[in-house]
């Protein structure tokens, strides 16, 4: 069993993350190497924050990075030291330089690993944003929840990570979800209708208050009150489903459709900070705490996300959520460095 890492120094996993980027770029200069001996063997905290990293990074590597096209250059910036770029080679000579020997730490996924670690470090938010952001009229950030009031008196409280834009013309009202969740409470005018775009998925309403959720699978809705089409009119057979309060849709941007029940008052419950799970997937769940956290929380098992769960978890403790959901699984929860959390059975 894997060492707990909850206590590991920040500090020492921000240096070892440091190492483990340095030694991908140069794993044969035997000062560095020098270096990164004297740096591990310096305080027992250096080599347990290694290890913790080394292994986080094995499972990064596993995958394809995220968002690769939107950082790799970055990365490679990095190890070049190119001109212009924010990291060149002082990093080497400011780092606090600690090796293991000659081998190449990070030999075939060098670049894969170092584009992830950065990926944690800079929080999946910030990416949501550079995507998104610049079309957007509003956006939210990692954990922060907003409401918008539109000229109409409309208002839209926006879920963590998420950006809409504002389209309002003489006969109609128009909003694009371009990323994330939000919930509307529309001031009813029967002259103007009101619908909200999650790509070419539509759910148009004259005065109600409903949730839309945009994935990578589709898009999901659900009614507080009132009631709403949900249209896909952009495919055959195109989809058109009417929702009234405590129904919900999940529609799959190849067109699927599943309806579903649930308490009007569990509608967007993520207003009052509550994530509720009935009979879930845990990476389902786990999907909705990732807005919460600043950094990246890793599944190592593909069966332990399927396992259901149930529950009502705070959203204002991301961390203590993700231990309950797991300690409900028998699985554990590891803090491998300050942005990386896995996630195992025990």
Known sequence: MAANTDAIPPQASREATDWLILLQEEP??????????????RDPAHMQAWNATRRAADVMATGAPEHADRWQPFVREMRTGGEGSSVSSSRKDNVV?????????????????????????????IVTR???GWQADYVTDTAE?????LADASTVTMAPESAIRVRFEAGERHIDLLGGEAFFEVTPDAERPFTV??????????????????NEAGTDV?????????????????????????????????????????????????????????DQPLGTVIDGLRRYYPGRIIITDDALATRPVTGVYNLADPLAALRGIARAQNAVVR???????????S
Do not use: Y
């Open 145 to 149: 929840m907003r409401t918008i009031t």
């Open 28 to 41: 044969d200069d035997q000062d560095i190497l020098r270096a990164f001996a004297e740096w591990c063997e």
């Open 197 to 214: 775009f999650a790509d070419e998925v539509g759910v148009t309403v004259l005065g109600t208050g409903f949730d839309v959720r945009r």
């Open 97 to 125: 330089r600690p090796a293991f020997g000659r081998r190449k730490m990070l030999a075939g996924g060098g670049l894969a690993i170092a584009a992830s670690l950065f990926a944690a470090v800079i929080g999946p938010g």
């Open 222 to 278: 659900a009614v507080e009150h009132g009631l709403v089409r949900v249209g896909f009119d952009q495919i055959t057979p195109p989809v058109a489903e009417l929702l009234e309060a405590g129904q919900s849709a999940s529609v799959t941007w190849q067109g699927a459709v599943a309806r579903g029940q649930l308490p009007a008052g569990q509608v967007a419950a993520w207003r009052q900070n509550q994530l509720i799970a009935q």
């Open 130 to 132: 550079a995507v998104t």
């Open 335 to 345: 803090q491998v460095t300050p942005w990386v959390l896995l996630v195992s059975a």
